[in-house]
């Protein structure tokens, strides 16, 4: 969607507002269950994502996935025409979930989610095969069950297959022109 929009679209992700662990060893923050709610502070995500609809400036957290914890740094992000929220867990709030004008739903397979996670985790986070796999039993698919799946009740649309979906593909980019040719 960035590509085909460009400049008129910005992202807000979910991942970026993992609460700060300052107070933890990495030890202990390696440990932590990143996958349930409580991990994040989704009402300063609510928050941004208000600010950003009427038209303001957020500074967003960044969170560093090596560390297991919120970077010093922010990413200044400015209002949008079209402002797309991304996480796993974004429908489970319902403060955040009534600030969205469309709720879309990426449906992927089980194995495919945990082929992209184990790819990810060992190649852009430092992470041990073991590790991700022990993270996925231990916490990922379960908290998924617990929270994720059930989510996907609130969504407007459910896509099957991602990206490679190009009729739901088509359906979305049309919305998005009219939404852009109506503002």
């Known amino acids: ?4 929009f460009g400049d008129v679209v910005t992202v807000l992700s979910h991942d970026n507002y993992y609460r700060r662990l300052d107070h933890l060893t990495f030890e202990e923050r390696t440990k932590i269950n990143y996958d349930e709610p409580a991990a994040l ?24 996935f090596t560390q297991h914890n919120r970077s010093n740094d922010t ?7 079209v402002i797309i929220v991304e996480g796993i867990l974004i ?3 319902k403060q955040l979930r009534d600030l969205m004008d469309i709720r879309i739903f990426v449906d992927t397979d089980s194995d495919v989610r945990l082929c992209r996670r184990i ?3 060992v190649r852009d986070r430092g992470r041990t095969l073991e590790s991700v796999i022990s993270q ?5 698919k379960p908290m998924h069950e617990m ?16 990206g490679k979906n190009l009729v739901a593909l088509d359906m979305i980019t049309g919305r998005i022109r009219r939404h852009l040719e109506e503002a």
Do not use: W
Not at 75 to 81: E, F, Q
């Open 1 to 4: 969607l960035i590509q085909r």
């Open 119 to 121: 790819v990810r985790d």
């Open 91 to 93: 429908f489970e709030n």
């Open 41 to 64: 502070e989704t009402d300063l995500m609510s928050r941004h994502l208000d600010e950003l609809r009427r038209g303001n400036a957020i500074d967003c957290p960044i969170y560093d």
């Open 75 to 81: 990413i200044h992000l400015v209002p949008k025409k």
């Open 147 to 162: 929270y994720v799946e059930p989510s996907k009740k609130y969504a407007n649309i459910i896509v099957p297959e991602g």
């Open 136 to 140: 996925y039993l231990g916490t990922v």
